[in-house]
T-cell receptor, first 112, second 111 residues
Framework: NAGVTQTPKFQVLKTGQSMTLQCAQD?????MSWYRQDPGMGLRLIHY???????DQGEVPNGYNVSRSTTEDFPLRLLSAAPSQTSVYFC???????????FGPGTRLTVL | QKEVEQDPGPLSVPEGAIVSLNCTYS??????FMWYRQYSRKGPELLMY??SSGNKEDGRFTAQVDKSSKYISLFIRDSQPSDSATYLC???????????WGAGTKLIIKP
């Protein structure tokens, strides 16, 4: 049982480049979410999904896209990277009625 | 003003001390309150969970919620160097799905 996995662990992009951050979970959780964590800001919700085929925006969705074609996978796409997107990105999953969110190890992204 | 306020620290205390970590919030609709612990370069993990007001104890950790004051606390007794981490409070109105997070307090326990 790997829990929540994220790839890559580190990434450096140039302004304007696009990329996809991968997230997968093997716990059959319906709910998955993407956060970004910046110093002094805590965790901010980017997008979330309550099941395959269903996604919605969180607090800071601009510049990011998501899709959920399977229960296991929830990729986050940066459309045109900007320096303001330099951050640590965490994926999390949970079950309905549960109160524990399980987090992945994070992806450290730098946009130059 | 943020919905959830948390002093970022760092808070540095000697080993064995009692640690008090706090968050204040502005939305009286919050009912679910959590404390997550995050070690350096790792994802957060749930430490304590409390519904509505009251206290909850788990080993050396006690979570306290005072809804009348919109104030939550996490106490750590007999603190150990392994407790050194960032502690984030989180809360929600009606489920775990959309949590509102504090900024996190960095705690350092000196041997």
């Amino acid at each position: 049982n790997a829990g929540v996995t994220q790839t890559p662990k580190f990434q450096v992009l140039k302004t304007g480049q696009s990329m996809t951050l991968q997230c997968a979970q093997d716990m059959n959780h319906e709910y998955m979410s993407w956060y970004r964590q910046d110093p002094g800001m805590g965790l901010r919700l980017i997008h979330y999904s309550v099941g395959a085929g269903i996604t919605d925006q969180g607090e800071v969705p601009n510049g990011y896209n998501v899709s959920r074609s399977t229960t296991e996978d929830f990729p986050l796409r940066l459309l045109s990277a900007a320096p303001s997107q330099t951050s640590v990105y965490f994926c999390a999953s949970t079950s309905p009625g549960a109160y524990t969110q399980y987090f992945g190890p994070g992806t450290r992204l730098t946009v130059l | 003003q943020k919905e959830v306020e948390q002093d970022p620290g760092p808070l540095s205390v000697p080993e064995g001390a009692i640690v008090s970590l706090n968050c204040t919030y502005s939305n009286s609709a919050f009912q679910y309150f959590m404390w997550y612990r995050q070690y350096s370069r790792k994802g957060p993990e749930l430490l304590m969970y409390t519904y509505s007001s009251g206290n909850k104890e788990d080993g050396r950790f006690t979570a306290q919620v005072d809804k009348s004051s919109k104030y939550i606390s996490l106490f750590i007794r007999d603190s150990q160097p392994s407790d050194s981490a960032t502690y984030l409070c989180a809360m929600s109105k009606d489920s775990n799905y959309q949590l509102i997070w504090g900024a996190g307090t960095k705690l350092i326990i000196k041997p």
